[in-house]
């Protein structure tokens, strides 16, 4: 499986990584041998075999519906972003381009 | 010079009377105020909690409480969230990030009495197998400074012979708690996926996380296991097993018990020097008495594959947090509009390995190549699973070595990811299944280079690991051997 430069370019955007041309460069050759490298998996046999997503076998693990206060002062909570705030909320940028 | 101190010397130490926490706790933060600089282990000394807590430990033992951790000067790898103390996952994503609670079991630790001198350095957002990717630079080996000391969990695996405190807090994914340890010749203990309660440390593979530490001895890993297992109602991946009380297992009988030793552990991949030492450590316990018997894990080889496409999916998906608005935001300069403020705040936040796991994960979970990588690797994770089950019939405990080869060069690696991701082809596969396992030091190599025996048991039997672990340790002492500095 060989990664393009078009993909990783692709692939950087899907996961919004802003990445220049060396990088680009420089990824596609080791992701490719990422790739490369794990294309053995397809010489297990996996018929008929159930996918793992969690080992200990628990399920719908319940919660009681109770608030707790984990932090009591909520504007701590707040003063670990470092960007402006106004009126108990964090100042973003724009979403929408003109 | 300080003693090298175990935990259970300290609290003899303490009731006994010989000295007080805040004496030994000024000694340690001196130690490490002036070697750290040349081995680059704690990337934030946290003095004023320590002599704080240290103090409060006194007092306790005053009244004559020496129960727990009381006292015992420790290192937190800097992914537990520590209030009031910056936690960066040593990332220049998170620089500055001081967060508002202690994790839980951050919170059971200081409540056992242990005092906390600051936060040890790790691959970045704990992604890496020699501490190369932290954003702080690598952590020195102290066995020989021109080699890595391992990683993730470089900077707690190296505070341990260094006597930077005398035991680390680490995570293990795929082997930072143990690959490290066996790279710098101390005891890493990795629990069952569960057995710890992971809210409050920086997660990397959800699947696949566990909270452990870097001791002297194995005892010691049974003592701080008595406080850290257990259940949190903030993280629902712990099962409502019963906890020990892991220190009974120490110096029990082992004679009649059985060790498998996975021919797949001892093949042509490992280097002849490690798998000497280990076939040393496995005749040691034959001399106790166990039965060591061959037995086969076929699909072993295919491990590090599975992990490589696993993890890095969930890696790409916890890291999607980390968009510059709650965390890890840039000086507002030249920034636009939001999708600018997420590209730029994640291309310049993180580092190489994180950028490479990102977009493995990206590539693995997106549409069309769902089936063919993350699908195909979570059927070949089961496949493993049962392959330990089954051998799991048959013998107590498996043993072999932590790691292929003993610590190598600092930037040997650095621009070949595969070359490095095999560090961990012997501990991923026991990841994968959420089994536990115990790194205990076996010796060195002719260059004098730490190697680690490693010990793996059935989920929840962490019981069986200090019980073979304490045997073997009993008649080598080789934690002994610190570095001479």
Not at chain 2, 241 to 251: H, L, M
Not at chain 2, 475 to 483: A, D, G, L, Y
């Amino acid at each position: 499986m060989n990664l393009t430069k078009e993909q990783v370019e692709k692939i950087a955007y899907l996961a919004r990584l802003g990445l220049n041309d060396a990088e680009i460069e420089k990824f596609s050759d080791q992701l490719t041998g990422i790739l490369d490298y794990v294309d053995m998996l397809n010489e297990v046999d996996t018929e008929n075999v159930d996918p793992t997503s969690q080992v200990t076998g628990l399920e719908s693990v319940m919660e009681e519906d109770e608030v707790i206060d984990y932090v009591e002062d909520k504007s701590r909570l707040l003063e670990a972003s470092n960007l402006p705030k106004e009126a108990r909320q964090i100042l973003v940028k724009s979403i929408f381009n003109d | 010079m300080i003693e090298n101190y175990t935990i259970k010397q300290l609290i003899d130490g303490y009731s006994e009377g010989s000295f007080s926490s805040t004496e030994v706790t000024k000694q340690y933060l001196e130690r490490l105020k002036k070697l750290n600089p040349e081995y680059n282990v704690f990337v934030n000394v946290s003095e004023d909690l320590a002599l704080e807590q240290a103090a409060k430990a006194d007092k306790a033992m005053e009244a004559g409480d020496f129960s727990g951790l009381m006292g015992i000067p420790m290192g937190l790898k800097d992914v537990f969230c520590t209030e009031g103390i910056e936690t960066t996952a040593c990332s220049n994503m998170l620089r500055g990030y001081v967060p508002p609670f202690n994790a839980p079991v951050v919170q059971d630790l200081f409540d056992a009495g242990a005092v906390c001198l600051g936060k040890t350095n790790t691959d970045e957002f704990t992604c890496g197998v020699s501490t190369e990717t932290s954003c702080f630079g690598v952590t020195k080996n102290p066995y020989d400074v021109t080699k890595v000391p391992g990683g993730s969990g470089g900077g707690s695996a190296a505070a341990v012979p260094l006597n930077f405190g005398v035991f680390a807090m680490g995570t293990d994914t795929g082997g930072s708690i143990r690959q490290p340890a066996s790279f710098c010749n101390g005891v890493g203990m990795k629990v069952t996926y569960g057995r710890v309660p992971r809210s409050g440390v920086i997660s990397m593979a959800s699947s696949l996380d566990t909270i452990g530490h870097n001791t002297k001895t194995v005892e010691d890993a049974a003592l701080v296991l008595d406080i850290t297992a257990g259940t949190h109602r903030m993280d629902q991946t712990t099962p409502q097993e019963e906890v020990r009380s892991y220190t009974d297992y120490i110096g029990k009988d082992i004679s009649g018990l059985k060790i498998g030793l996975p021919k797949e552990y001892f093949n042509d991949s490992v280097d002849d020097e490690v798998r000497e030492l280990i076939m040393d450590a496995v005749k040691v316990l034959e001399s106790k008495g166990v039965i060591v018997k061959e037995v086969s894990l076929p699909n072993t080889k295919y491990g590090v594959a599975a992990y490589y496409i696993i993890s890095p999916s969930e890696v790409s998906a916890n890291m999607a947090r980390y968009d510059g608005i709650r965390y890890g935001a840039l000086p507002d300069t030249d920034i636009n509009d939001l999708e600018e403020q997420y590209l730029k705040t994640r291309g310049l936040g993180f580092g190489d390995e994180m950028k490479r796991r990102i977009m493995i994960g990206t590539y693995a979970l997106s549409s069309g190549y769902y089936d063919a990588y993350y699908l195909k690797a979570q059927k070949v994770r089961t496949v493993l699973i049962q392959e330990f089950e089954e051998v799991f019939k048959d013998v107590d405990v498996l043993m072999g070595p932590v790691s292929p080869f003993p610590a190598f060069g600092i930037g040997e690696k650095v621009s070949d990811p595969v070359s490095m991701y095999v560090a961990d082809a012997l501990t991923i596969p026991s990841s994968l299944a959420g089994i536990p396992g115990i790194s205990v030091p076996a010796g060195f190599t002719k260059a004098g280079l730490p190697v680690g025996l490693h010990i793996m048991a059935p989920q929840f039997e962490e019981g069986l690991l200090f019980q073979f672990g304490s045997a073997y340790e009993s008649e080598t002492e080789f934690w002994k051997q610190v570095p001479s500095v």
